[in-house]
C-alpha cells in the first residue's frame, strides 16, 4: 500500500528540504491530519447555503502553560473546499517570570502564524473536521531571553460549527482547536530557564464571515 501522508509531505515539502528538529514533528503531523480528513471525511450535500468565503476571528489559546489571544484572518476555501490558508497573530503571556522580591509576574511576548487547513464539512451537519499545520514565530522580549525570535511548528485538530440562519449558514461560526506547538523557546533569562510555547495546545473562538 502506498504511504498517502509520506507521499504527501514529500511532495509538499520536497525531497531536500530539511526543517530545524523542532519543526519537523509536528509540520509532519499536522499535514497527515489534515490529508487524513480532507481525504476521509464526507463531502457536505450542497443543499445549504454554506461559507465559504473569506473570513476574520478571534480565539483564546493556551500554548503548554501560557495564555493567548488571538486574531486571524482566513482566505475562500479551494481545492474543492477542502483547503484554506489562515494568517493568525497575538499576544500571550508567560506566567512564571520571578522578579528580584521574589514575586512572580506575567511577560507578554507576540506570536504569528501562517497555516493550512485540510478537511470538509459533514454531510447534513452545521459542523467541518479539519486538521492544520503550518510555521509559528514568537517575539519574545528580552526580559524573557536572549533570543529577539523563534520560528517553529503549530498544527493539530480542529471542529468549525456554523450556526444556522433560515436554511442557510448565518455570519458566525464557532471553533476548537487541539493540537501542538513547537519552538525551542526557552527563558534563558528567568531562573531555571523553563521552556515555554512548547507542547500542548489548545484554543477555542469564533470567526465571522462577511
Known amino acids: 500500500m502506498i504511504d498517502l501522508t509520506a507521499v504527501a509531505i514529500s511532495s509538499l515539502t520536497g525531497p531536500g528540504v530539511k526543517y530545524p528538529r523542532v519543526m519537523r514533528t509536528p509540520h509532519r503531523i499536522a499535514l497527515a491530519s489534515s490529508l487524513a480528513i480532507g481525504l476521509a471525511a464526507p463531502a457536505s450535500a450542497g443543499a445549504v447555503e454554506t461559507n465559504e468565503g473569506t473570513s476574520l476571528g478571534f480565539t483564546i ?18 481545492f474543492r473546499d477542502t483547503s484554506r490558508v489562515t494568517l493568525g497573530g497575538g499576544v500571550a503571556w508567560f506566567p512564571e517570570r520571578v522578579l528580584s522580591d521574589g514575586s512572580e509576574r506575567w511577560e507578554l511576548y507576540g506570536h504569528l502564524r501562517l497555516v493550512w487547513e485540510g478537511g470538509r464539512r459533514i454531510e447534513g451537519l452545521p459542523l467541518r473536521l479539519y486538521g492544520f499545520g503550518g510555521p509559528v ?4 522580549p528580552d526580559t524573557l531571553t536572549s533570543s529577539r525570535a523563534k520560528l517553529g511548528g503549530i498544527g493539530g485538530f480542529g471542529f468549525e460549527f456554523y450556526m444556522p440562519a433560515a436554511g442557510k449558514d448565518g455570519p458566525v461560526s464557532y471553533l476548537v482547536e487541539i493540537g501542538g506547538i513547537g519552538t525551542g523557546a526557552q527563558a534563558d533569562n528567568v531562573p531555571g530557564q523553563p521552556l515555554f510555547a512548547n507542547g500542548f495546545l489548545v484554543a477555542a473562538g469564533l470567526r465571522i464571515y462577511p
Open 137 to 140: 514565530l514568537l517575539l519574545p
Open 61 to 78: 489559546s493556551r500554548f503548554q502553560d501560557d495564555f493567548g489571544m488571538s486574531a486571524t484572518a482566513g482566505s475562500p476555501t479551494f
